[in-house]
């Protein structure tokens, strides 16, 4: 059974850190790209960074380039997002997805969306 389970999401205040993780478990991690998405209410799904397991490519949605880094623990068929500098419009439930493709993973398909989801973490940053 395919499971990709975030956590470390919470409750911080504007210019305050968080790390979330995204343990993933199922299926051949090396596969896959991973990607984290976002959704605030009232707004669509965005993708905010993702990363290669195999080679270690990475991307960043323009909104966080600088702040969020993202990183993967292969031993642990993990990736991280660490996120500084947090501002109230990160404020949404994030998730992380795999997709075998890089375009669909990556949040940036105008069409596909990753096969796999977790379920997904709140974050939420006061101003």
């Known amino acids: 059974e395919v499971q990709l389970v975030e956590s470390g999401g919470g409750l911080v205040q504007a210019g305050g850190s968080l790390s979330l993780s995204c343990a993933a478990s199922?299926?051949?991690?090396?596969?896959?790209?991973i990607g984290w998405f976002r959704q605030a209410p009232g707004k669509e799904r965005e993708g905010v960074s993702c990363?290669?397991?195999?080679?270690?490519?990475?991307m960043y949605v323009d909104s966080v380039k600088g702040r969020f880094t993202i990183s993967k623990d292969n031993a642990k068929n993990t990736v991280y997002l660490q996120m500084n500098n947090l501002k109230p419009e990160d404020t949404a439930v994030y998730y992380c997805?795999?997709?075998?493709?890089?375009?669909?993973?990556?949040?940036?398909?105008?069409?596909?969306?990753?096969?796999?989801w977790g379920r997904g973490t709140q974050v939420t940053v006061s101003s």
């Open positions: 997805a795999a997709d075998q493709f890089w375009k669909i993973a990556c949040g940036t398909s105008s069409s596909l969306v990753p096969d796999y």
């Open positions: 199922g299926f051949t991690f090396e596969d896959y790209t």
């Open positions: 990363i290669s397991t195999m080679d270690g490519a990475l």
